[in-house]
């Protein structure tokens, strides 16, 4: 992944910027190193808010997260602020611009966060718990939406490790996210790099 590629026109050389937000949670160091673009979500903490991953990190999520009596919630970047970066791109140079496509699939242990945040409804949240259901959940046009439900941990992370096999195919891009669960998501970094030794990257964040 690099911040600019570049497109041979005949004898035109043409830089394209690539953007993305924040929750790609690239490594460290490698926006900056390889310039790339990131607009960052918003997040609120009580009645703080800031920019994620540049004024609250992931440290400070993951304790938020822990405390029941705090109110947490993220905010996806404005059409306005990703349209002032890609402007900020095109001044810089590049003539066209990437915001990197992608798939995601995820779990979650409690599904109480994320009824509290509006993701999914009170009634699908009481039936996840009360069953101590496991959902998978993907992204679909900009949207949380139910993809399966398992019914323990371990079954959600071996559908996970299905789902992503069967996604990325050869020489794919692969990252695994995880907040709070470092080793959980070694684990399954491991386990993709056995089953996918064809990967380009696999990143974990």
């Not at 004898?11 to 390889?34: F, K, W």
């Not at 306005?80 to 970066?85: L, S, Y």
């Amino acid at each position: 992944m690099s911040g600019y590629t570049v497109e041979a026109l005949g004898s035109v050389v043409v830089p394209v910027a690539v953007v993305t937000d924040s929750t790609a949670y690239l490594p460290a160091g490698l926006a900056a190193e390889r310039g790339i673009r990131v607009v960052p979500l918003e997040v609120r903490l009580g009645d703080r808010s800031g920019r994620d991953g540049t004024d609250i990190g992931p440290a400070e999520l993951v304790t938020a997260l822990a405390d029941k009596t705090l109110a947490v919630h993220t905010s996806r970047p404005t059409p306005a602020a990703f349209e002032a970066v890609y402007r900020e791109a095109l001044a810089a140079g590049a003539t066209g611009v990437v915001s990197p496509r992608c798939r995601v699939f995820f779990s979650v242990d409690n599904l109480e966060r994320l009824r509290r945040g509006g993701r999914i409804g009170a009634a699908a949240a009481l039936f996840g718990t009360a069953l101590a259901v496991k959902p998978l959940l993907h992204l679909a046009e900009g949207r949380i939406m139910p993809l399966e439900k398992v019914r323990t941990s371990a079954r959600a992370a071996q559908r996970l490790l299905d789902l992503a096999v069967a996604a990325a195919g050869e020489g794919a891009d692969l990252a695994v996210h995880h907040l709070g669960a470092a080793a959980r998501a070694e684990e399954l970094a491991a386990k993709l790099r056995e089953r996918l030794p064809s990967a380009a990257r696999l990143l974990v964040s």
